[in-house]
């Protein structure tokens, strides 16, 4: 069953609630964004923390750690490419390959797909496909996490003239 969240709200008010394809309210998803100390906490709709992801680090490419029940279940950190990104969750053993030009990424354990994440509508709402239950709590935080890192930039993202291609 695929879930989807909407990006504004979650950029603007910092709280968006995660739908089912009914659009039934499943999960809420909050946040904060700065320079340090950003991350999201996914919560029920009774308001009990399932999850959160939070940053350890700061620079180009920050480190952010997942826990569920204040227990850190791995670390994400960013590694960008020039068309194709990386990403590695560590304890979880998950490998992300995504396209930074589409925002389309797929997290892989072996060789099993964990889950697929891909915007819709324009990018308005990024819909979380393949999700098992066992994944779901890693895996939604780190499907916001994955927006936030196509959020906040990237030269090639920024329309920045001196880097077009044609």
Known sequence: MPLYFETAPLQQSGITPIYDHHHHNQFLISGRRGLFNSGYRLTDLAQHELGEIRQQSIGL???????????????????????????YVSQLNWMIMGNLTTDTYRVYHGVSVVMSVAPVRGGQIIAIGDLSPDN???????????????????????????????
């Open 136 to 166: 779901q709590v890693n895996g939604l935080l780190v499907a916001v996490i994955l927006n936030h890192f196509s959020r906040v930039g990237h030269p090639l993202k920024a329309r920045n003239p001196n880097l077009l291609f044609d």
């Open 61 to 87: 490419l920050p480190r952010y750690a997942l826990y569920q029940a204040n227990h850190q279940t791995g670390t994400i950190k960013q590694m960008v490419g020039i068309w194709n990104e990386f990403a």
